[in-house]
């Protein structure tokens, strides 16, 4: 058995507004968030804006502090690690961000950019090993060697996603946090992007946390699927098998909603807009968009229930109704006030 | 030459150039489609490709005074737009052509209500009418792109929207005079997918209803597949290849187009190993064109692509390519199987 590398526990991340003339709410933006990461393995995060994916993200990177709840690395608690622990954390677990633009320096030059964890994380490597190290990583993702004196805005899109991903695995890392990382590239280079990123997966044996909105790109990374809506995971299971027969309502949405080609000429109908609230309110969160809605829904929350064969790999789902059959498709319009 | 009815638009060899201090840039370079009545095309491509500045050469909002449309014309019912004075296009725009972006937070007036922005549009086609009417006729045009409570929500601002909303207010607006042409650039790009899909369905619904014709920019394909009728794809400038959406979609003749399909993972059939890489970045398009702006990306690219630019044939279909591998003098004696792997 291969132990978890990464394991969250019932995170939570409250917000707490502060608006003039109007209480102060609070925003449950992640709710007891619970999966986990083995060594080498790809996990995929789906969910619409708002749902608190970023926040996860965060979260796991520790760029935020989860309110509650624990992340075990290796087996040791990092949920409210500092000083060298954290960076001991960050060493081992590095990101890959959307906007690459934004997310590299613009008056550093490239080999600076690649270069600045490893100095940061180890200062007393010598300049020549560093110039080394950067000069290998960028062949390998496929940098020209004369860009390394560039600035990031001489560079393409694609060429600046190529050193986001040198730069974090120029310590090595077991584990990337990859938060949209080709959602702002073109289709042609977005293939080249995602094609290195399994080969440098399967290369240093690394695991994935990939986080998209494009289901179609998380079925080609990911093994492992968590669907989370509202800041709760609503369902998690093997990627193929959640994609192929979601269990939840808003999965199966999700999945309608996508555009394919093999549906020439076919507008779908989605679900209800989602409303403009962000507080939290009973029962179930997506009940308000939900197309097989029952009164339980809006007073009781439904909790993750095993579905599926068990086993080792869980397939899990929460809905009040996964004791009814599956309707078929979701593509036939639902009834009722949509 | 054709037996069809007059298309309602039709661009031809249109060229809009930047002139930039660092040099000229060949944003449209000759790109070529037309639309017919009624008719939904898909304009896709990538960024850089020329599909914004087409869009905005047709509204005639390209960015003067760098951007300058050195050639080509754009038929509006046989009416060349670039002949029109700008007082002229003033009534083209919005009455005849309309217009959706793709940021609706951007495109909406955060400091005015939706229901002024709306009034302001409803004004030009009925300078007569009265305010009562003219609201009424505004909440109307918002209960029809599904926002409830149509008539309280006329007060709202469009902060108090989510994008999917804002950008059917959006679409409001630019439906409210009852346009020939409704040109969509990327409308859904900053929308959640379960909100796309509400959308186009809203488009293709509105567009059916009304008659319309729709002009949907997008990078997606899989958008193209379910919205339209037809598509057009654009590389470099040009317009590569054109057909019906079926066709292109299953019977690609341009290697771009072939590559494009390939190159996208799939949500549904068997999940491939590796996606199909197309080598290098989209072309840089200030460099004047020599050829086939693909050739260096191509694997079938031979010299000729390199050097002299290919002619655009013509099929029995509606279909038409701009490449070399499909020329008749070029071609091998049986027509070119769509993903042709050996060299003819």
Request: hydrophobic content about 40%; proline content about 7%; charged content about 25%.
């Given at each position: 058995m291969t132990a978890d590398l990464l394991e969250v526990r019932e995170v939570a991340k409250t917000f707490h507004l502060r608006r003039?003339?109007?209480?102060g709410g609070s925003v449950r933006?992640?709710?007891a968030v619970s999966f986990s990461v083995r060594a080498g393995e790809s996990v995929g995060i789906a969910g619409e804006s708002g749902s608190g994916k970023s926040t996860l993200a965060r979260i796991l990177l520790r760029l935020d502090k989860p309110t509650s709840g624990q992340i075990l690395f290796d087996g040791t608690d990092i949920a409210g690690a500092a000083g060298e622990e954290l960076m001991n954390y960050r060493r081992q677990v590095q990101a890959v961000f959307q906007n690459s633009s934004s997310a590299l320096?613009?008056?550093?030059?490239i080999g600076d950019i690649i270069a600045e964890p490893l100095v940061v994380q180890?200062?007393?490597?010598p300049d020549k090993d560093v110039i080394a190290r950067v000069e290998e990583l960028m062949r390998r993702v496929g940098?020209?060697?004369?860009?390394?004196?560039?600035?990031?805005?001489?560079?393409?899109g694609g060429q600046k996603q190529r050193v986001a991903i040198a730069r974090s695995l120029i310590v090595d890392p077991r584990m990337l946090v990859l938060?949209?990382?080709?959602?702002?590239?073109d289709v042609s280079v977005r293939s080249q992007v995602l094609n290195l990123l399994l080969d440098l997966q399967k290369e240093r044996g690394l695991a994935y946390l990939m986080i998209a909105h494009d289901l179609a790109i998380l079925r080609h990374v990911t093994t492992y699927l968590v669907v989370i809506y509202r800041g709760r995971i609503v369902e998690q299971g093997p990627t193929e098998e959640v994609l192929s027969a979601p269990r939840h309502p808003y999965t199966r949405a999700l999945v309608a909603a996508s555009p394919r080609?093999?549906?020439?000429g076919v507008a779908v109908e989605g679900v209800a807009d989602a409303d403009a609230g962000i507080e939290t309110q009973a029962g179930c969160a997506f009940a308000p968009r939900c197309?097989?809605?029952?009164?339980?829904c809006r007073v009781d929350t439904p909790v993750l229930e095993d579905i599926g064969p068990g086993g080792t790999v869980i397939h899990r789902a929460a809905c009040?109704?996964?004791?009814r059959p599956v309707p078929t498709a979701l593509n036939e319009p639902p009834k009722g006030d949509l | 030459m054709s037996a069809q009815a007059q298309p309602l638009l039709e661009v031809r060899d249109l060229r809009t150039y930047l002139h930039l201090r660092s040099g000229v840039v060949r944003?449209?370079?000759g790109a070529s489609f037309t639309i017919q009545r009624g008719e939904a095309l898909g304009l896709v491509g990538e960024s850089g490709s020329g599909k914004s500045m087409t869009c905005l050469s047709i509204m005639r909002i390209e960015p003067r005074p760098a951007a300058v449309i050195g050639g080509g014309q754009i038929l509006l019912d046989g009416e060349n737009?670039?002949?029109?004075?700008l007082a002229e296009m003033r009534h083209v725009r919005g009455g005849r052509i309309g217009m959706i972006l793709q940021d609706p937070l951007n495109s909406l007036?955060?400091?005015?209500?939706i229901g002024d922005q709306l009034l302001e549009a409803l004004r030009l086609s009925?300078?007569?009418?009265?305010k009562a009417d003219l609201r009424r006729q505004a909440a109307e045009a918002l209960d029809r792109v599904g926002i409830p409570n149509a008539e309280a929500r006329?007060?709202?601002?469009?902060?108090?929207?989510?994008g999917g909303m804002c950008q059917r207010v959006a679409a409001a607006i630019a439906m409210v005079r009852s346009p020939d042409l409704l040109i969509a650039d990327e409308?859904?790009?900053?929308?959640d997918v379960t909100s796309q899909a509400k959308f186009l369905g809203l488009l293709d619904e509105l567009r059916r209803e009304r008659g319309m014709s729709l002009l949907l920019v997008t990078h997606d394909l899989g958008i193209v597949a379910e919205t339209c009728d037809r598509v057009a794809v654009m590389y470099g400038g040009r317009v590569v290849e054109t057909g019906p959406t079926r066709e292109i979609l299953s019977?690609?003749?341009h290697p771009y187009t072939q590559a494009l399909l390939r190159a996208v993972p799939h949500l549904d059939g068997p999940r491939m190993e590796r996606l199909f890489q197309i080598a290098?970045?989209?072309?840089?398009?200030?460099?004047?064109?020599?050829?086939?702006?693909y050739a260096p990306r191509c694997?079938?690219?031979?010299?000729r692509c390199r050097t002299e630019a290919p002619p655009t044939l013509r099929y029995a279909g509606g279909e038409s390519v701009a490449c070399w591998m499909h020329a008749p003098e070029c071609a091998p004696a049986a027509a070119v199987p769509a993903p042709a792997r050996s060299k003819p």
């Amino acid at each position: 058995m291969t132990a978890d590398l990464l394991e969250v526990r019932e995170v939570a991340k409250t917000f707490h507004l502060r608006r003039r003339r109007r209480r102060g709410g609070s925003v449950r933006a992640v709710d007891a968030v619970s999966f986990s990461v083995r060594a080498g393995e790809s996990v995929g995060i789906a969910g619409e804006s708002g749902s608190g994916k970023s926040t996860l993200a965060r979260i796991l990177l520790r760029l935020d502090k989860p309110t509650s709840g624990q992340i075990l690395f290796d087996g040791t608690d990092i949920a409210g690690a500092a000083g060298e622990e954290l960076m001991n954390y960050r060493r081992q677990v590095q990101a890959v961000f959307q906007n690459s633009s934004s997310a590299l320096s613009p008056r550093m030059r490239i080999g600076d950019i690649i270069a600045e964890p490893l100095v940061v994380q180890q200062r007393d490597v010598p300049d020549k090993d560093v110039i080394a190290r950067v000069e290998e990583l960028m062949r390998r993702v496929g940098l020209p060697g004369e860009l390394r004196r560039s600035y990031p805005h001489e560079l393409s899109g694609g060429q600046k996603q190529r050193v986001a991903i040198a730069r974090s695995l120029i310590v090595d890392p077991r584990m990337l946090v990859l938060d949209e990382p080709v959602s702002a590239l073109d289709v042609s280079v977005r293939s080249q992007v995602l094609n290195l990123l399994l080969d440098l997966q399967k290369e240093r044996g690394l695991a994935y946390l990939m986080i998209a909105h494009d289901l179609a790109i998380l079925r080609h990374v990911t093994t492992y699927l968590v669907v989370i809506y509202r800041g709760r995971i609503v369902e998690q299971g093997p990627t193929e098998e959640v994609l192929s027969a979601p269990r939840h309502p808003y999965t199966r949405a999700l999945v309608a909603a996508s555009p394919r080609f093999d549906r020439v000429g076919v507008a779908v109908e989605g679900v209800a807009d989602a409303d403009a609230g962000i507080e939290t309110q009973a029962g179930c969160a997506f009940a308000p968009r939900c197309p097989l809605v029952i009164d339980r829904c809006r007073v009781d929350t439904p909790v993750l229930e095993d579905i599926g064969p068990g086993g080792t790999v869980i397939h899990r789902a929460a809905c009040h109704l996964l004791a009814r059959p599956v309707p078929t498709a979701l593509n036939e319009p639902p009834k009722g006030d949509l | 030459m054709s037996a069809q009815a007059q298309p309602l638009l039709e661009v031809r060899d249109l060229r809009t150039y930047l002139h930039l201090r660092s040099g000229v840039v060949r944003a449209v370079d000759g790109a070529s489609f037309t639309i017919q009545r009624g008719e939904a095309l898909g304009l896709v491509g990538e960024s850089g490709s020329g599909k914004s500045m087409t869009c905005l050469s047709i509204m005639r909002i390209e960015p003067r005074p760098a951007a300058v449309i050195g050639g080509g014309q754009i038929l509006l019912d046989g009416e060349n737009l670039l002949d029109k004075s700008l007082a002229e296009m003033r009534h083209v725009r919005g009455g005849r052509i309309g217009m959706i972006l793709q940021d609706p937070l951007n495109s909406l007036n955060p400091v005015l209500t939706i229901g002024d922005q709306l009034l302001e549009a409803l004004r030009l086609s009925y300078p007569n009418s009265d305010k009562a009417d003219l609201r009424r006729q505004a909440a109307e045009a918002l209960d029809r792109v599904g926002i409830p409570n149509a008539e309280a929500r006329l007060q709202s601002y469009p902060f108090e929207f989510s994008g999917g909303m804002c950008q059917r207010v959006a679409a409001a607006i630019a439906m409210v005079r009852s346009p020939d042409l409704l040109i969509a650039d990327e409308p859904t790009t900053a929308l959640d997918v379960t909100s796309q899909a509400k959308f186009l369905g809203l488009l293709d619904e509105l567009r059916r209803e009304r008659g319309m014709s729709l002009l949907l920019v997008t990078h997606d394909l899989g958008i193209v597949a379910e919205t339209c009728d037809r598509v057009a794809v654009m590389y470099g400038g040009r317009v590569v290849e054109t057909g019906p959406t079926r066709e292109i979609l299953s019977q690609p003749r341009h290697p771009y187009t072939q590559a494009l399909l390939r190159a996208v993972p799939h949500l549904d059939g068997p999940r491939m190993e590796r996606l199909f890489q197309i080598a290098g970045e989209p072309p840089s398009i200030r460099a004047p064109q020599v050829g086939c702006a693909y050739a260096p990306r191509c694997d079938f690219a031979k010299d000729r692509c390199r050097t002299e630019a290919p002619p655009t044939l013509r099929y029995a279909g509606g279909e038409s390519v701009a490449c070399w591998m499909h020329a008749p003098e070029c071609a091998p004696a049986a027509a070119v199987p769509a993903p042709a792997r050996s060299k003819p």
